[in-house]
T-cell receptor, first 116, second 110 residues
């Protein structure tokens, strides 16, 4: 069964460093998402992406964050200058379509980001 | 209003049916109800979704009330591996954004 994959599973970085989290969405999916979950808290939407553009972003997704689909398979989340509060699980998701009832999103296993 | 209301926790005996309720009284006509679950800190796992008719798949059944203000997720024969946080989510129209609440922590006990 097709699945979303993410690498690395765990990333440790120093405050102020740049990190890139990678995702390979399900191959025929067109819509891509990033969510994050701070330990013990809710899963939070960060950004959605379609046709090489951001469709929607949350207030969390500030200028320190960017997303890119550099090739036909990968979808990346970059944090330019990490802060302690960026420590969280980051989940990538993809869906075939967007819209009520048809945009079932399938999530990857997540990348645990630890900022020291 | 993106919120749904779920009990914070529930217990279920292994082998019995687990019935997880959700209130979504502000749901609009074109919004679907989605159910996901999260085991430990793994990625949320899609379970089922529906608009107004009851739905069943290999994992669960979804019963939606006629007025669509509430629904129940049914795991017919719960196993220990079904212990997880279950989220009931109203789909955000055409945005694709999922807004997760705190969900219901289901503990399946032997």
């Amino acid at each position: 069964e097709p699945e979303v994959t993410q690498t690395p599973s765990h990333q440790v970085t120093q405050m102020g460093q740049e990190v890139i989290l990678r995702c390979v969405p399900i191959s025929n999916h067109l819509y891509f998402y990033w969510y994050r979950q701070i330990l013990g808290q809710k899963v939070e939407f960060l950004v959605s992406f379609y046709n090489n553009e951001i469709s929607e972003k949350s207030e969390i997704f500030d200028d320190q964050f960017s997303v890119e689909r550099p090739d036909g398979s990968n979808f990346t989340l970059k944090i330019r200058s990490t802060k302690l509060e960026d420590s969280a699980m980051y989940f990538c998701a993809s869906s075939e379509e967007r819209g009520s009832g048809t945009d079932t999103q399938y999530f990857g296993p997540g990348t645990r980001l630890t900022v020291l | 209003d993106a919120k749904t209301t779920q009990p914070p926790s529930m217990d279920c005996a292994e082998g019995r049916a687990a019935n997880l309720p959700c209130n979504h009284s502000t749901i609009s006509g074109n919004e679907y109800v989605y159910w996901y679950r999260q085991i430990h800190s793994q990625g949320p796992q899609y379970i089922i979704h529906g608009l107004k008719n009851n739905e069943t798949n290999e994992m669960a059944s979804l019963i939606i009330t006629e007025d669509r203000k509430s629904s129940t997720l049914i795991l017919p024969h719960a196993t220990l591996r079904d212990t997880a946080v279950y989220y009931c989510i109203k789909a955000q129209g055409n945005t694709g954004k999922l807004i997760f609440g705190q969900g219901t922590t289901l503990q399946v006990k032997p």
